[in-house]
């Protein structure tokens, strides 16, 4: 390949080195702020803490506390304009307000408790977790060039508006709708939400967050007796005995022995409404139960029409697990986004799952019960049982098992949602690919093959690869699409046969372990990394793409992260003059203080160039 010079690149910023640095490590000229510190107060007049702002108890805040203070372990990020709906840039300014909704994806006690005992979790740390869980809502306001919370930030941006800072924690009561709502596996309270990792959001106004890796949070499946909710249980990867969180011990609730239906109550998506807090929030049967990553939205509206349907993309994130999208029955009509009826779209409409074949073209498979039955007559009861044992209906519609999909983004306006027909879908990595025979079977004996494949094709991908799903006539809503590799995650230079050996695949920046992506309001798409190679001296990192003038696609590195840290929630600012992103685990398994001496702490982070001027030109 020839090398093409800088000539073709439309991004001008100098691209970074690689760096273990306890800092987030930007090109010159850009400036950052960490904001959003997990522990920070949500409401005015409660004390500062953290941050050499001095320490409440001893370091270890109650759980009262919690609750009225941003959480831990911060993923996905959304903003939404303060006033809903109001322009990215009246009278010429970019927005300076907006609701900021993000994801506490799970907890760490040994970073959260001075003296924490593994073996020996207190009652009160147990009840500060499950409230340091969640979601977190806040107001954000730029003043100079820094990001900072607003406390009395309220709905509207009005005085008579409610409060925009509130906490969605694992004990806030949960609505369900959907196939599944009245099924007996979930009935009771379904109290709190764990485990949200990606997620989403709609042109009505609303945040999605997705349910992952729930099964961290229950234990002893050895006591359940054998049947469907035990195998159900084991696909999930339940453990037979404590969980990792322990709070089992607290509550029986995370104890599968003395309630096995509990852990059906997690792995959806859920929505909320962060201009309505009394609204409570819901989780989506319809979407399925699946280690969801991610909830993106964008809408297909008919040629000339006002009103389209919705159609939702997301990744289940495991080893030789599925991508899926959903379309609404109903139609998004943009003309009036508030409406009260967009507020049950994701209630009902048809779940798919993907078909990669290795000629390029692909297939949604319709994850419906006369499509599953048809395949395995009897195997499922009805919808609401497909919708519950999602994993298991698309095993038997022979969906094509992926390397971790991960997020799943879909350019599209910024107002309207309208789409572009394309679709980027990220393979974080799968170790497991080409290994063992049987490295991809299921624990209730449905056999799958762990070989690589045409989507799929490098054995122990530990750098992953990313998808372009071209969907036909580029229609969200098809059930037909071609596919091809937006590019293979590694190291461009590296020899033939090494780590992550990706020559001819992209030139720029090596890189390993893509998760989270985003788009900029030219198309590029930037990506944030979770887990470099070993071999690759760096951080976690964002690294900026672009088709340059060969056609390759070239990679910037753009921002390295603080020490042992994942980058999660990458976003840009409608007006792109802020890139956002969220600073998960610092200080995973290596020392850090991020972000100012006294950490780790999870944080949000801004970065801005120094002249306010747009990020990544
Ligand atoms: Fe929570 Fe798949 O990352
Ligand atoms: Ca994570
Ligand atoms: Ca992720
Ligand atoms: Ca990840």
Redesign the pocket.
């Known amino acids: 390949i020839g090398v093409p010079t800088d000539a073709h690149a439309v991004t001008g910023f100098v691209a970074v080195a690689e760096t273990t640095a306890d800092t987030v490590t930007l090109p010159p000229g850009y400036v950052f702020n960490a904001l959003l510190t997990w522990g920070d107060p949500l409401f005015e007049g409660d004390a500062l803490w953290g941050n050499g702002a001095g320490e409440i108890n001893g370091g270890n805040l109650t759980a009262a506390e919690q609750a009225r203070r941003v959480g831990f ?1 911060h ?1 996905m990020l959304a903003l939404f304009a303060n006033p809903f709906g109001s322009p990215a840039s009246a009278g010429g300014q970019p927005h300076a307000a907006y609701i900021a909704a993000f994801n506490n ?2 907890t760490e006690p040994v970073r959260m408790f001075p003296g924490f005992v593994a073996a020996n979790p207190t009652r009160n740390q147990i009840d500060t977790e499950i409230n340091a869980s969640g979601i977190t809502v806040a107001g954000i306001r730029l003043v100079g060039n820094v990001w900072g919370q607003d406390r009395t930030m309220r709905v509207g941006d009005v005085p008579e508006g409610a409060l925009v800072a509130r906490r969605i924690t694992g004990r806030t009561r949960f609505l369900l709708d959907g196939p599944a709502k009245d099924d007996p596996r979930l009935s009771g309270p379904v109290d709190g939400t764990f485990s949200n ?1 990606a997620g989403g959001f709609t042109p009505w106004g609303t945040y999605l967050s997705a349910e ?1 890796n729930f099964n961290f949070n229950f234990a002893n499946l050895s006591g359940v007796p054998a049947g469907q909710t035990k195998t159900t249980h084991q696909i999930f990867g339940m453990p037979n005995g404590a969980s990792g969180t322990l709070w089992e011990r607290v509550y029986d609730r995370f104890d599968l022995t003395k309630m096995p239906n509990e852990g059906f109550k997690q792995g959806w998506i859920l929505e909320l409404d962060p201009y309505d807090p009394t609204r409570r929030p819901v989780k989506h049967t319809a979407i399925g139960r699946v280690k969801h990553e991610c909830a993106t939205v964008v809408v297909q509206y008919p040629a000339g029409q006002t009103k389209g349907k919705v159609a939702l993309y997301s990744g289940d994130d495991e080893r030789f697990d599925y991508v899926y999208k959903f379309v609404t029955d109903g139609t998004f009509d943009r003309e009036n986004p508030r409406a009260k009826a967009h507020f049950s779209l994701l209630s009902a409409g048809t779940l798919y799952v993907g078909k990669f074949n290795a000629d390029g073209t692909g297939q949604w498979l319709p994850v419906t019960h006369a499509n599953v039955d048809s395949l395995a007559p009897g195997a499922f009861a009805d919808q609401a049982d497909i919708c519950i044992r999602t994993r298991e209906a698309a095993d038997v519609l022979g969906a094509t098992p992926m390397d971790r999909p991960e997020d799943v983004e879909a350019p599209h306006d910024p107002l309207t949602f309208a789409g572009t027909g394309k679709v980027f879908m990220v393979c974080t990595n799968n170790s497991n690919r080409g290994g063992s025979a049987t490295a991809a079977n299921r624990a209730n004996g449905t056999v799958r093959s762990s070989a690589v494949d045409a989507a799929n094709p490098r054995a122990n991908n530990r750098t992953g690869h990313i998808v372009q799903i071209n969907e036909d006539g580029n229609d969200h809503t098809a059930t037909t699409f071609t596919w091809q590799f937006y590019l293979l995650a590694g190291d461009p230079k590296a020899a033939a046969g090494a780590v992550g050996d990706v020559k001819d695949s992209f030139f720029g920046d090596r890189f390993g372990s893509p ?1 989270n992506i985003t788009f900029d309001n030219r198309g590029l798409l930037w990506i944030a990394t ?1 887990g470099n190679p070993a071999s690759y001296p760096c951080n976690d990192q964002v690294l900026c793409t672009e088709i340059a003038g060969n056609g390759k696609v070239r990679v910037k590195r753009f921002l390295v992260g603080p020490a042992g840290c ?1 980058i ?1 929630g990458p976003l840009f600012s409608p007006d792109n003059t802020t890139f956002f992103c969220n600073v ?2 610092p200080g995973e398994n290596v020392a850090s203080s991020f972000p100012n001496g006294t950490g780790p702490r999870p944080s949000m982070v801004a970065v801005r160039r120094a002249d306010g001027g747009i990020v990544g030109t």
Do not use: L, R, V
């Open positions: 372990n993923d994806e799970y990792c992952e998760d979770d994942e999660c998960q685990h």
